[in-house]
């Protein structure tokens, strides 16, 4: 089997589940060594399913080789540590992936902004937005010294229209802008950055609540390890500065290089109706 990233060393945030085990999986697939960064250590302690050691043993059964770091993404120098210990162990990075984010209940709850919780702002702001900034900070520092390097932002196309909740759509629109600002800053120094749309993703929340979820139609959701196999087109691609700054959908990519979804299937790509009053289902 063709490795494209043997040797190569990425960190994935929020891998415990979701869109970032995904990415995390191709990258192990691809032969990456994978730092897989999370809160979750023991099953049943958070109320999904997954945690980060076991994504990290099958980045390994899957080629790579997966290291779990527990780590809070609101805690500043907890973040700092795992990317000294990126640089101890490893002596590079060559790809970050910005996952890590907070889900409050009221998320798809179909309120206003009004009427939730200001603190819904701090989560999706703090744990989405900012822990992108605070992250690729410290990955740049390894990065530009190398003069190589790709960061992936997962975003939504609710940067560009509603969707689910007005902090949802803000911290979208700040984690693209981030993406092109940083891009401008670090394009002299051969580091990439983009933003990437997936569509609606068979998660394991989804999973969890989707027979609560009837107007929910799954039939053409990309499953969890689609966005992946983008960050691992983009980080193969020598010519992955002409993508810079950008933010694209995982399903373009897609056709761009000519890679399908684990079933070999091509998803819709991104959502532009989202249900509403939906509780506890999974936004993309």
């Given amino acids: 089997m063709t490795r494209p990233l043997a040797g190569q060393v990425a960190v994935v945030t929020g ?57 809070d993404h609101r805690d500043d120098a907890a973040v700092e540590a795992v990317f000294e210990r990126v640089r ?26 009004w009427e939730v919780p200001i603190s819904n702002w701090d989560d999706m702001i703090d744990v989405g937005t900012r822990s992108a900034f605070v992250a690729s900070r410290f990955a740049a520092r390894i990065m530009v010294p190398a003069r190589r390097g790709l960061i992936a932002n997962v975003s939504s196309s609710g940067a560009r229209e509603y969707a689910w909740h007005v902090a949802y759509g803000v911290g979208k629109a700040a984690l693209d802008k981030l993406t092109a600002d940083t891009a401008h800053e670090l ?5 990439s950055v983009v933003s990437l749309w997936p569509g609606l993703v068979k998660t394991e929340r989804i999973a969890m609540v989707g027979e609560r979820m009837p107007g929910l139609d799954t039939s053409h959701a990309e499953s969890q390890r689609f966005t992946g196999r983008a960050v691992v087109a983009l980080a193969s691609d020598p010519e ?43 936004p993309s």
Wanted: with cysteine.
């Fill in 187 to 191: 394009a002299p120094h051969g580091v």
């Fill in 88 to 113: 101890d162990e490893a002596g590079r990075l060559d790809v970050l992936v910005n996952n890590a984010f907070l889900i409050p209940k009221e998320l798809t709850s179909g309120l206003p902004f």
């Fill in 240 to 282: 992955v500065a002409r993508r810079t700054g950008r933010a694209m959908p995982s399903r373009d990519l897609a056709d761009a290089y000519g890679f399908t979804d684990i079933d070999g299937s091509l998803p819709d790509g991104p959502m532009h109706e989202r249900p509403e009053g939906v509780p506890d289902s999974q």
């Fill in 15 to 71: 891998g415990s589940r979701g869109i970032g085990k995904g990415c995390a999986l191709e990258l192990g697939a691809a032969g990456a060594t994978v730092y897989v960064t999370g809160r979750t250590l023991e099953e049943g302690t958070a109320p999904l399913p997954g945690t980060i050691g076991a994504t990290a043993d099958e980045v390994t059964e899957l080629g790579g080789q997966g290291v779990a770091v527990c780590c």
